[in-house]
């Protein structure tokens, strides 16, 4: 069974710009996490879909926002790109996302802002 | 608001010695679930192993277990016979109905190992 495909496996932008990471879960998991790798922060929730519907959202500004499509896909998109938004970008799957089922990371989508 | 707390920023073993690493957690709820996931410099966060709360008993796979203490709110991991593809991040992470499904995390554990 394959795992959880993250693209790109890097990328570089500058400020200002917008980007679109992708994320495709394990065959059959329906909920797919997004989360954010700093030294500084850690690992930080962005936010959950399930169904094609945002379940639950981080504390993280308006920039971020993501969807999910019918096959499971998702995508997470970061607008006007700030220096801040460097980071690792770890995207999770799960059957159907309750507390007890563990998350399934991809290889995460390094991002750079010059 | 639930927190997890990991205080050794770095841990380094002989091969095939014991490793212990330390996780706290904070958490008005009874009912939850913790974790232990490993992200060696390849970067994919790997499950080591998982602890339900209402379980008294301890998890184990293979060569990892834990030492889980409800009351304390402790749950920590055991390395027996350290191995070189050990060496990684470790990090622990707590999710339940009340953190909305969402891991946890503690800031993480970097565990050298002396061949």
């Known amino acids: 069974k394959a795992g959880v495909t993250q693209t790109p496996r890097y990328l570089i932008k500058t400020r200002g710009q917008q980007v679109t990471l992708s994320c495709s879960p394990i065959s059959g998991h329906r909920s797919v996490s997004w989360y954010q790798q700093t030294p500084g922060q850690g690992l930080q929730f962005l936010f959950e879909?399930?169904?094609?519907?945002?379940?639950n959202k981080g504390n993280f500004p308006g920039r971020f926002s993501g969807r999910q499509f019918s096959n499971s896909r998702s995508e997470m998109n970061v607008s006007t790109l700030e220096l801040g938004d460097s980071a690792l970008y770890l995207c999770?799957?799960?059957?159907?996302?309750?507390?007890?089922?563990?998350?399934?990371f991809g290889d995460g989508t390094r991002l750079s802002i010059l | 608001a639930q927190t997890v707390t990991q205080s050794q920023p770095e841990m380094s073993v002989q091969e095939a010695e014991t490793v212990t690493l330390s996780c706290t957690y904070d958490?008005?709820?009874?009912?939850?679930?913790l974790f232990w996931y490993k992200q060696p410099p390849s970067r994919q966060m790997i499950l080591v192993i998982r602890q339900e709360a209402y379980k008294q008993q301890n998890a184990t796979e293979n060569r990892f277990s834990v030492n889980f203490q409800k009351a304390a709110k402790s749950f920590s991991l055991k390395i027996s016979d350290s191995q070189l593809g050990d060496a990684a991040m470790y990090f622990c992470?707590?999710?339940?109905?009340?953190?909305?499904?969402?891991?946890?995390w503690g800031a993480g554990t970097k565990l050298i190992i002396k061949p």
């Open positions: 999770a799957s799960s059957l159907v996302g309750g507390a007890s089922q563990p998350q399934h």
């Open positions: 992470a707590y999710r339940s109905e009340g953190s909305n499904y969402q891991l946890i």
């Open positions: 958490t008005s709820e009874s009912d939850y679930y």
């Open positions: 879909y399930f169904s094609e519907t945002q379940r």
